[in-house]
């Protein structure tokens, strides 16, 4: 079964500090790969997906993650984090042949930013 | 679009006592889910549905039913809450194998 794994728990940083966030899954197919992110209270919201193509991906908010497949890793960058990107992090994976939508996450990690 | 709508908000329940969870979506969306959310475990899949009349148990599907009478609807029932059952259950939708949307989710405690 893949995995999804999830280096950080928690995270502090200050305001304009950068940020990456490590995520490594286990499959080794074919796979796509997203972020999303989930602010206090509210739902998940997606940040990026990579699906094929360029393995550097852009996504909402200034957010970009890198598809490194040597690696199996597919990590989450911000070059200078705000107050706001105070949230919980969850980097997910479903494997080409998954039937239906089974998206696989991992545990999640708490970024909190200081202002 | 409402998008993904979920109730209750929040469910208190005891031991034992059964309870169904509501999901509906507006999105025309074959896809749905269910994922229990858990402190340090990310959400794990319950079951899901790829279409009215076809479900299937994702990861952690003991201790829960689903139905997919309609397009629309994909209700979760818990048969008999344990204390195990407390957590914040998420349901999505997807247009396709892949990009799911969210609910804003149930928070169910069992006491």
């Known amino acids: 079964a893949q995995s999804v794994s999830q280096h950080n728990h928690h995270v502090i940083l200050s305001e304009a500090a950068s940020l990456e966030l490590g995520c490594n899954y286990s499959?080794?197919?074919?796979?796509?790969l997203f972020w999303y992110v989930q602010y206090p209270g509210q739902h998940l919201q997606l940040l990026l997906k990579?699906?094929?193509?360029?393995?550097l991906v852009k996504g909402i908010k200034g957010f970009e993650a890198e598809f490194i497949k040597s690696k199996f890793s597919f990590n989450l960058r911000k070059p200078s984090v705000q107050w706001s990107d105070t949230a919980e992090y969850f980097c997910?994976?479903?494997?080409?042949?998954?039937?239906?939508?089974?998206?696989?996450f991992g545990g999640g990690t708490r970024v909190l930013v200081k202002p | 679009n409402a998008g993904v709508t979920q109730t209750p908000k929040f469910q208190v329940l005891k031991t034992g006592q059964s309870m169904t969870l509501q999901c509906a979506q507006d999105m025309n969306h074959e896809y749905m889910s269910w994922y229990r959310q858990d402190p340090g475990m990310g959400l794990r899949l319950i079951h899901y549905s790829v279409g009215a009349g076809i479900t299937d148990q994702g990861e952690v599907p003991n201790g829960y039913n689903v139905s997919r009478s309609t397009t629309e609807d994909f209700p979760l029932r818990l048969l008999s809450a344990a204390p195990s059952q407390t957590s914040v259950y998420f349901c999505?939708?997807?247009?396709?194998?892949?990009?799911?949307?969210f609910g804003p989710g149930t928070r169910l405690t069992v006491t």
């Open positions: 999505a939708s997807s247009p396709d194998r892949y990009e799911q949307y």
């Open positions: 990579y699906f094929s193509g360029d393995p």
């Open positions: 499959y080794g197919g074919t796979v796509n």
């Open positions: 997910a994976v479903t494997h080409f042949k998954a039937a239906g939508n089974k998206l696989t």
